[in-house]
């Protein structure tokens, strides 16, 4: 068969339209509502949520919940614990609140407490963990030595660019905006702009005053 380069205009444009239909087919079908079977699965799944296809790792969804109205986009992996059919030990690991945007590619990795709060978007490969690493012994590898465990909050209203990474600690306010690329590792106040790794404030808006900028 020849590449398709090498086929006429009109079976190329015939192909390219069939793939395209299929793949809307495919990500109309695949995509997890409230009444589709798997969302049952989940501490809860509220109305008008979506999972979109194709999604990412999901597993021990029973420890998970969403809220109404929210979007989770494609290839997002959301998971609780290191591996499906893990014991956990709070309820729930992730929370994931009302009408919240959470961008294609993201990995929300939970294992003890990542609350995410209302009306928040993530742009896309948005990385965000309760757990780390640690690295107290020098001659044992540090894959082996057991992590750590602290909450992390992002609270209502905030908006988190591209590839941001939000560690272990991390308690975002509400109202935050958090720039590309940059790495949280511990608390923003409310209503500010952060950038950098770590991300560190710029802005913040106190009332009567305005947005204010914030000395290095």
């Known amino acids: 068969m020849p590449p398709p380069r090498h086929l006429p205009r009109w079976v190329r444009h015939l192909a390219a339209s069939g793939l395209a239909a299929a793949h809307g087919w495919a990500a109309e079908l695949g995509a997890i509502g409230p009444d589709h079977p798997r969302a049952r699965r989940f501490g809860a799944f509220g109305p008008g949520s979506l999972l ?41 690991v992730v929370s994931i609140g009302d009408r919240t945007v959470i961008g294609r590619g993201s990995h929300i990795v939970g294992h003890f407490s990542i ?29 082996q030595q057991w992590p750590e465990d602290a909450p992390v909050r992002i609270g209502s209203g905030s908006w988190l660019g591209a590839g941001v990474v939000v560690l272990p600690g991390a308690s975002i306010g509400c109202h935050v905006t958090v720039g590309a690329g940059s790495v949280v590792t511990g608390p923003l106040p409310d209503h500010c702009v952060a950038i950098g790794a770590p991300a560190r404030v710029i802005r913040r808006y106190l009332p009567g005053r305005g947005w204010v900028p914030v000395l290095a």
């Open 115 to 143: 609350d995410i709060g209302d009306d928040i978007q993530t742009g896309p490969y948005v990385y965000i963990t309760d757990e780390n690493h640690v690295y107290r012994d020098p001659d044992v590898p540090i894959g």
């Open 52 to 92: 979109a296809f194709p999604p990412g790792a999901i597993y021990n969804e029973s420890s998970i919940r969403i809220g109404r109205d929210s979007l989770i986009g494609p290839w997002v992996t959301l998971t609780a614990g290191m591996a499906p059919g893990q014991q956990m030990v709070t309820d729930p």
